[in-house]
């Protein structure tokens, strides 16, 4: 694939259920054929929300659409709940905020 141009990308979200066996650190896999695939679709890995439960995360990533997001899970094997692009937004306070409820307010909003 060509080198990934930033300024052509979407911001796009992965929700997945973990099993047991992963939350508790028991399955542990290797992400490299991950990555790969990630690269050979054209995707930026951002950052990632594990929940409190351990049984749930929140992945966001840089791509070219959700649909490279998506092949490139299933090419890897990975299950998932839901993919969907979305766009960043500011909440207002929330960066000089300690308030949970103000930084947890609406960051994101689907296309």
């Not at 890995?45 to 299933?74: I, W």
Request: hydrophobic share 40%.
């Amino acid at each position: 694939m060509n080198p990934v141009n930033p300024s052509a990308l979407v911001d796009v979200f992965v929700l997945r259920s973990l099993a047991s066996s992963e939350a508790d650190g028991q399955d542990v896999q290797n992400s490299q054929p991950f990555e790969c695939c990630l690269e050979l679709h054209g995707v930026l890995r951002q950052c990632s929300y594990l929940a409190a439960d351990g049984r749930r995360v929140l992945c966001h990533y840089r791509a070219p659409d959700a649909e490279s997001l998506r092949t490139a899970l299933r090419a890897a094997h990975i299950e998932y709940d839901v993919v969907w692009t979305a766009q960043l937004k500011d909440a207002p306070g929330a960066a000089d905020s300690t308030d949970n409820y103000t930084l947890a307010t609406t960051l994101l909003s689907e296309s």
